[in-house]
């Protein structure tokens, strides 16, 4: 399994951006799949999930309300819509994959396929 992600860049405090992330070689519409980020200095965190099937989406606390996942099984995406941006989310950003969920989509142990990343900058 391959997992590519892209959309990152350099944008203003408030500005927009759309994160997307491709995987290739599995079931991706049976996938858990998450988005984390890792800031300079400081740990992968949980950005948010969506869940095979049901398409339940969840959110860290930081980004609930600004950040919107989403999925498309027919191209094998999903997508981190990104609003009202702030410094703090400066980071590289990840996506996961988790071909077996066990019901703690907010754990880095929980996914077992993942991308390289891609940088976030975000000024002010």
């Known amino acids: 399994v391959q997992v590519l992600e892209s959309g990152g860049g350099l944008v203003q405090a408030g500005g927009s951006l759309r994160l997307s992330c491709v995987v290739s070689?599995?079931?991706?519409?049976?996938?858990?799949m998450g988005w984390f980020r890792q800031a300079p200095g400081k740990e992968r965190e949980f950005v948010a999930a969506i869940m095979s099937d049901t398409y339940s989406t969840y959110y860290g606390g930081s980004v609930q309300g600004r950040f919107t996942i989403s999925r498309d099984d027919a191209k094998n995406t999903v997508f981190l819509q990104m609003n009202s941006l702030k410094p703090d989310d400066t980071a590289v950003y990840y996506c996961?994959?988790?071909?077996?969920?066990?019901?703690?989509?907010?754990?880095?142990?929980?996914?077992?396929?993942w991308g390289a990343g891609t940088r976030v900058t975000v000024s002010s």
């Open positions: 996961a994959g988790d071909s077996s969920y066990s019901g703690q989509y907010y754990k880095i142990q929980e996914y077992n396929y």
């Open positions: 070689g599995g079931t991706f519409n049976r996938f858990l």
